[in-house]
């Protein structure tokens, strides 16, 4: 009987026979065309179900077992607390495994989201002309600890992750003009060559998808009712569930990202989560989504003063721009989320992230072509005319134009 065999006779629930059996075809499909393997590990539902899945997979013989699994967690320093405390644990779980490499990946101090916003005075991310987080904190440390990994290693790498169709609409539309790119096939999960490399791993590196064809409901099956079992690894996963709306998380169906995303219409993990007895004290919480539309509020940040010229005579586009935050917005944000922070016993700003944000503020620390001269933007704007000139009118003459 084989180890996938083995899956369906041991659960209470059926997971989906056929949807393992490709996740396994699919791995074993590419899984020897590289000397190395690796997977991108946020510590959210799917990633976990990929990691964990695939771990049984290698332990129960059905996959040849590598000299090295290096397993990336994308630590953003802003997650939810379910989802650090089932990261921390499986991590420990990883570690007494000699094969596998975990590799904690964080951005560097002064990129960090909240060193970025408090400290240098980058607004938060916003969806329309300033999304710069998931890039800064995510994307480029994982590729940059990825190429550190495998600077020095012959070969090539294939990171395996936990995309996962359904989970996102553009998402879902970049699989579909992609799907045939690098030799995949349909129902061999995403095999990808072409990549945003980081330096040093430019053609060493392919990704692979082997939960894309899952449904969310099969997540859950494997997470709340297999992966805990001792026979497929003991997983402390079920608290995942916590995250995601606990026993009705199927239906619920709550994204995570980091804790009150500027970029969410409406944080439901969060909601769902303030709402139950064991992380009830994590409602203060709530108030991160209305600090930082405070903070993106025009009263709170500079602009630029009158109209720019480019180098070559040029009007520059949008002259008159919002900027960064002010340093006395900054100063205020600060506390207002060390507040916070106290009142929900988490660390959103640990004293290393606090330290470097005041010596920033102290410095009078500013983005790029920006030094706090600006004036602020609510104070007025400058119309520019189309001669060029420039006539200065109020800002609440602005209002509701």
Request: hydrophobic share 40%; glycine share 6%; aromatic share 6%.
């Amino acid at each position: 009987m084989t180890a996938v065999d083995n899956l369906f006779a041991a659960g209470v629930r059926m997971l989906s026979t056929e949807a393992v059996e490709l996740t396994l075809q699919s791995l074993r499909a590419y899984w020897d065309r590289h000397e190395h393997v690796a997977i991108a590990w946020s510590g959210g539902k799917d990633s976990t179900a990929t990691l964990t899945v695939m771990i049984h997979m290698i332990e129960s013989g059905e996959l040849t077992r590598p000299k090295k699994l290096y397993v990336f967690y994308a630590d953003t320093r802003q997650e939810l607390p379910p989802i650090q405390i089932a990261a921390d644990q499986v991590i420990a779980l990883l570690r007494l495994r000699d094969w596998i490499e975990v590799i904690v990946v964080r951005a560097p101090l002064d990129k960090r989201f909240m060193v970025y916003i408090l400290g240098r005075g980058v607004p938060p991310p916003n969806n329309n002309t300033l999304r710069w987080c998931t890039r800064q904190i995510k994307v480029e440390p994982m590729a940059e600890a990825l190429a550190l990994a495998i600077a020095d290693l012959p070969g090539t790498a294939l990171m395996i992750t936990g995309v996962r169709q359904g989970e996102s609409a553009v998402r879902d539309d970049r699989i579909e003009m992609s799907c045939s790119k690098d030799g995949a096939e349909c129902g061999q999960g995403w095999y990808q060559q072409v990549l945003p490399q980081a330096k040093g791993i430019k053609g060493r590196l392919a990704t692979l998808a082997p939960i894309l064809h899952w449904r969310v409901c099969i997540v859950w099956d494997w997470l709340k009712v297999y992966a805990p079992q001792p026979e497929f690894g003991g997983w402390p996963v079920k608290i995942l569930a916590d995250a995601y709306g606990g026993d009705d998380a199927e239906e619920i169906n709550a994204r995570t990202g980091c804790i009150g995303c500027p970029l969410a219409v409406k944080d439901t993990a969060l909601d769902y989560l303030c709402g139950t007895e064991e992380w009830a004290h994590l409602a203060p919480l709530q108030e991160l989504k209305p600090l930082y539309r405070w903070m993106r509020k025009p009263e709170q940040r500079h602009r630029k003063a009158g109209a720019e010229r480019l180098k070559n005579g040029d009007m520059a586009k949008n002259p008159q721009r919002m900027g960064p935050l002010s340093l006395e917005a900054r100063a205020i944000a600060l506390e207002r989320v060390l507040d916070i922070q106290r009142r929900a016993s988490v660390d959103l700003i640990n004293a290393e992230e606090e330290a470097r944000i005041r010596e920033l503020i102290a410095a009078r620390t500013y983005p790029d072509k920006w030094d706090g001269s600006e004036p602020n933007a609510a104070v007025w704007l400058d119309r520019v005319n189309q001669d060029g000139s420039v006539e200065p009118i109020l800002y609440r003459d602005m209002v509701g134009q």
